[in-house]
């Protein structure tokens, strides 16, 4: 399984360093995605330990390309970003999803949203008109994180300025893949961060043995010190959520869980859980 992810991870990596033979022809059919209807948001519950209630949801996109079928995300958000079509790309997936948890909502079920931003999205303005897509929804401030990863620019402060201003009027801000970029800590100090996302490299670590639970129970300590909150990610098996259970993670998120799904699956889960 081990050997499985690696492989898989490398292809990724070798996705996002640009050498996907069909990417500038994808660039190109990006722009018209969004206008031609072809993005859907899927939703990945968020589940407490040791449990496994349903307490959020991460939004993540999916382009359903006419003639390639489903395009993984990593081989085209990299490609967005490129283009700037990141921005509008980001300001769909918000409206969609913040709408879609709000109904959510008004059917008696309480769960927060997560929505990811890319440092192109963090331009002056992105703060107002997050705040107006919550007006317009009618989700409450507090039921929305925004999750970044360390490849805003903390030396930035346009991007700093604008996750202050969200992090200001109650919105949590997350820190996506933890741990496995270059300068990790600075980050927890020049951001107004609320929530770390343990990085599923770490979690694919946990394997009953103190080294393998090393980076995960080092996070998990630094933010009980610091008053933060944990989610950890790509948690694939009974032994890995108990284990984080044992090192007090209260969150978690993964195929042990669930897979990403369409917003009707998640509703039948969420019926499940909490019968009317
Ligand atoms: P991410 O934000 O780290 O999202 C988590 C990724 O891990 C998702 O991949 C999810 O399907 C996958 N995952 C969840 N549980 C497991 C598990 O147990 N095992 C394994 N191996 N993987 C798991 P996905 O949907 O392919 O998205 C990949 C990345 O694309 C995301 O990583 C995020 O960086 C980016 N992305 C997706 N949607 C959006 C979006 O709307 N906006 C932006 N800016 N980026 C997005
Ligand atoms: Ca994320
Ligand atoms: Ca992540
Ligand atoms: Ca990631």
Known sequence: LRMADEAMYRAKRAEKDGLDPHAEELAA?????????QLRVHYQPIATLPDGRIVGVEALVRWAHPVRGEVPPLSFIPLAEETG?????????LEQACRQVAAW????????????VSPRQLVPGLAERVFAVLDDSGLPYRDLIVEVTESVRVEDPVAVEELRK?????????LDDFGTGYSTLRYLTALPVDIL?????????????????AVAETVLRLSQMMHLETVAEGVESPGQAAELAGLGCVNAQGYHFARPMAADEVSDLLTEQNPA
Request: glycine residues 12%; without cysteine; aromatic residues 4%.
């Open 166 to 174: 969200l992090h200001k009027r109650g919105i949590r801000i997350a």
């Open 197 to 213: 996302k343990i990085d599923r490299s770490f979690v694919a670590k946990l394997d009953g043995t103190p080294e393998g639970a």
């Open 105 to 116: 909502h008004a059917a008696g079920h309480s769960l927060h949203l997560a929505v990811n």
């Open 29 to 37: 059919e990006l722009g018209d995605a969004v206008r031609a209807g």
């Open 85 to 93: 079509a990141i921005r509008e790309i980001g300001a769909w997936v």
